[in-house]
Nanobody
Framework: QVQLVESGGGLVQPGGSLRLSCTAS????????MAWYRQAPGKQRELVAT???????DCVDSVKGRFTISRDNVKNSVYLQMNSLKAEDTAVYYC?????????WGQGTQVTVSS
């Protein structure tokens, strides 16, 4: 049974930081491209950042210079370090694991940026 379990969300003031974690089980983690998506109220889910099996990373322009994605293949985990958070970063953040013919999602973790 495949499981992706996110943690690390919460309430933070503008300018603050959070680190999201996602731990996977039931998959051969190291071959998967891992990604973080987010969905704000009333909006479509959007891709935030990706990291390939080889460690290549990419992220959406709105978070460049503020968010960093990383992975630990020993711990079967992917992380999203979020700095200089803004109100518009408020959303449910989802972890995704993708490989040829396979696509898995976590249950999401809420991030709220508010003073």
């Amino acid at each position: 049974q495949v499981q992706l379990v996110e943690s690390g969300g919460g309430l933070v003031q503008p300018g603050g930081s959070l680190r999201l974690s996602c731990t996977a089980s039931g998959i051969f983690f190291r071959v998967y491209t891992m990604a973080w998506y987010r969905q704000a109220p009333g909006k479509q889910r959007e891709l935030v950042a990706t990291i390939t099996r080889g460690g290549n990373t990419d992220c959406v322009d709105s978070v460049k210079g503020r968010f960093t994605i990383s992975r630990d293949n020993v711990k079967n985990s992917v992380y999203l370090q979020m700095n200089s958070l803004k109100a518009e970063d408020t959303a449910v953040y989802y972890c995704n694991a993708g490989y040829v013919g396979s696509d898995y999602w976590g249950q999401g973790t809420q991030v709220t940026v508010s003073s």
